[in-house]
């Protein structure tokens, strides 16, 4: 038997003013299963995690995480803001910033001692931290700083992991080193990913499914479905060329034009 979405989102639809950043999108998303959201700068991607944060609510339609309205049920998602590094000077120890997703649940009662401890190890261990866990966060590359901030994101074990742009500001291994380990937690722990990014490229061999938002219009599929010359130059209106070099994909001469309108879902 399947299991029952861990996030579903009917006909839903995001305006600001006159201005719409999707409309009537319908999706269902599985434990386990990794969806990456593409899309230009302001097409709305930052936008969509909000929704599912129930930071921001829908101009119609609905969003359930979990089976309650988004943002009701908090202890179910875990969050990796976009953010740059952190201040060379920041004093905080790598073990005491993953402590900070581990204290404070429990219906408040703090989670201290030996459990709180070995928590801690246990998730550094799981992102391959665990040699660098006594340092101060300011000290550490990005690489590195950013497996702290998804160790810390999945300490309070969550169903749904979103993760806006962990890979921005990272060289190439360290972009394939934090992919792996969102994947290894979406394969491995059975936790719906979904991960907003700007390049495909990084993750391509994780993704289950994409949502490519584009001038007020989307387009959902596998990776093989939506990276495609004739899907996006449907979605953008325009000519644009998906082009495969070395095992990599590049998508050449999107506009920067907004335009409303909707599109939807790629047959299979
Ligand atoms: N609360 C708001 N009120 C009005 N407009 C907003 C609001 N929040 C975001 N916007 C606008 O909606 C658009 C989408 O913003 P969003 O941050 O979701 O885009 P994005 O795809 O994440 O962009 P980027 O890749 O640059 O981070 C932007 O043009 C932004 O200015």
């Known amino acids: 038997m399947n299991a029952p979405?861990?996030?579903s989102l009917k006909r839903a639809t995001l305006k600001y003013g006159s201005r719409?950043?999707?409309?009537?999108?319908?999706?269902?998303?599985?434990?386990?299963e990794f969806l990456a959201v593409l899309g230009a700068?302001?097409?709305?991607?930052?936008?969509?995690?909000?929704?599912?944060?129930?930071?921001?609510?829908?101009?119609?339609?609905?969003?359930?995480?979990?089976?309650?309205?988004?943002?009701?049920g908090s202890r179910t998602i875990g969050y990796v803001p976009q953010q740059k590094g952190f201040p060379a000077d920041?004093?905080?120890?790598?073990?005491?910033?993953?402590?900070?997703?581990?204290?404070?649940?429990?219906?408040?009662?703090?989670?201290?001692g030996k459990a709180y401890r070995q928590r801690v190890d246990e998730l550094l261990e799981q992102v391959g931290a665990a040699s660098y866990?006594?340092?101060?966060?300011?000290?550490?590359?990005?690489?590195?700083?950013?497996?702290?901030?998804?160790?810390?994101?999945?300490a309070s074990r969550p169903k749904v992991l979103l993760c806006d742009e962990p890979l921005l500001s990272l060289d190439l291994?360290?972009?394939?080193?934090?992919?792996?380990?969102?994947?290894?937690?979406?394969k491995g722990n059975g936790t719906a990913v979904v991960f907003v990014t700007h390049e495909i490229n990084p993750i391509l061999d994780h993704v289950d499914r994409v949502l490519y938002l584009a001038g007020g219009r989307f387009m959902l599929g596998t990776p093989s479905e939506v990276m495609r010359?004739?899907?996006?130059?449907?979605?953008?209106?325009?000519?644009?060329?998906?082009?495969?070099?070395?095992?990599?994909?590049?998508?050449?001469?999107?506009?920067?034009?907004?335009?409303?309108?909707?599109?939807?879902?790629?047959?299979?």
């Open 229 to 268: 010359t004739e899907v996006l130059s449907e979605l953008y209106g325009t000519r644009v060329e998906v082009l495969e070099m070395d095992g990599r994909l590049v998508v050449v001469g999107t506009p920067d034009a907004v335009f409303d309108g909707h599109a939807g879902e790629v047959a299979a």
């Open 5 to 7: 979405p861990i996030i």
């Open 133 to 154: 866990g006594k340092i101060p966060v300011g000290m550490l590359s990005g690489g590195e700083q950013q497996r702290l901030r998804i160790a810390q994101a999945i």
């Open 90 to 112: 920041t004093a905080l120890r790598a073990r005491d910033l993953v402590g900070l997703g581990v204290d404070g649940h429990k219906w408040g009662i703090r989670l201290r």
């Open 41 to 72: 700068n302001g097409s709305g991607k930052t936008s969509f995690l909000k929704i599912l944060l129930g930071q921001a609510p829908l101009s119609a339609g609905q969003v359930m995480l979990d089976g309650a309205p988004a943002g009701r």
């Open 20 to 32: 719409t950043l999707w409309q009537d999108l319908n999706l269902e998303v599985l434990p386990g």
């Open 173 to 186: 291994n360290h972009q394939k080193e934090v992919s792996a380990l969102v994947g290894r937690q979406a």
